[in-house]
């Protein structure tokens, strides 16, 4: 599949989300981050929302939910019509269960990871997911400064999906940027977030563009 670049909608104006969505139509994918105040220390949005946001989004939407009970929640999400859909394993209570309940709403399934949670007990897992996200910053807030600290376990997890010998996708999210995302697609990130690096930019459109091409060049 290549690189991938995922943009985080969390740094844009959420008062104008369509014409924000609009200005990364040529990106893969629109990260949409739900955090409902307790899973993380920051609230942002919900599914009434994510309906509608799917309806208008040019791209598919990639959302990252950071809540708890995503085994209750997150499959209105894939019914919705996201097509990715990741849910922390912090917090889920039946992960096969659940990505298996994603993937037949039709959604890819994505297990998320934060820094301090290894990847080791979830390989054997992996045949069940599409995508692994390894947080490169304390999920919660845009702007955080990238963890290289996490950069081994991207290794650890690409090289657990090479050796399954798996299609599963290994994205990052949080401190991406030009300064850190060729780093990342040495470990073996292969879906990027970026938020406040493509929303923070003048032009968007070109900050993703950027973007995949340094990640590209560094694979
Ligand atoms: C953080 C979110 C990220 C956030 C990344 O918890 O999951 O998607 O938007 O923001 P940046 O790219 O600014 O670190
Ligand atoms: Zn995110």
């Known amino acids: 599949m290549g690189v991938q670049i995922s943009p985080s909608i969390l740094s844009a104006d959420f008062a104008n989300l369509e014409s924000e969505l609009a200005r990364v139509a040529g990106a893969d994918w629109?990260?949409?981050d739900v955090m409902d105040g307790h899973f993380v220390p920051n609230l942002t949005l919900g599914l009434p929302v994510?309906?509608?946001?799917?309806q208008v989004s040019p791209v598919p939407v990639d959302v990252h939910l950071m809540i708890e009970e995503p085994d209750r929640w997150a499959p209105g999400y894939a019914e919705a019509g996201a097509q990715n859909v990741?849910?922390?394993?912090?917090?889920?209570?039946a992960p096969v269960r659940l990505a298996r309940e994603l993937r037949r709403a039709g959604a890819?399934?994505?297990?998320?990871?934060?820094?301090?949670?290894?990847?080791?007990?979830f390989v054997d897992l992996l045949p069940e997911v599409d995508m692994l996200l390894v947080m490169t910053v304390?999920?919660?807030f845009g702007g955080q400064p990238f963890l290289d600290v996490c950069l081994p376990k991207v290794r650890r997890a690409r090289e657990a999906v090479r050796a399954a010998g798996l299609d599963v996708w290994v994205q990052v999210d949080g401190g991406i940027?030009?300064?850190?995302?060729?780093?990342?697609?040495?470990?073996?990130?292969?879906?990027f977030v970026a938020g406040s690096a493509v929303y923070g930019a003048p032009d968007a459109a070109a900050a993703v563009e950027e973007l995949r091409a340094l990640a590209a060049a560094a694979c």
Do not use: N, Q
């Not at 994510?50 to 799917?54: A, D, F, G, I, T």
């Not at 890819?108 to 007990?121: D, I, N, S, Y």
């Open 30 to 32: 629109a990260h949409v």
């Open 50 to 54: 994510v309906e509608r946001l799917v």
């Open 86 to 93: 990741t849910f922390h394993a912090e917090s889920a209570a």
């Open 108 to 121: 890819r399934a994505g297990l998320a990871l934060k820094p301090a949670t290894p990847v080791e007990p």
């Open 138 to 140: 304390e999920p919660g």
């Open 177 to 191: 940027s030009p300064a850190t995302i060729e780093r990342a697609a040495e470990a073996g990130a292969d879906v």
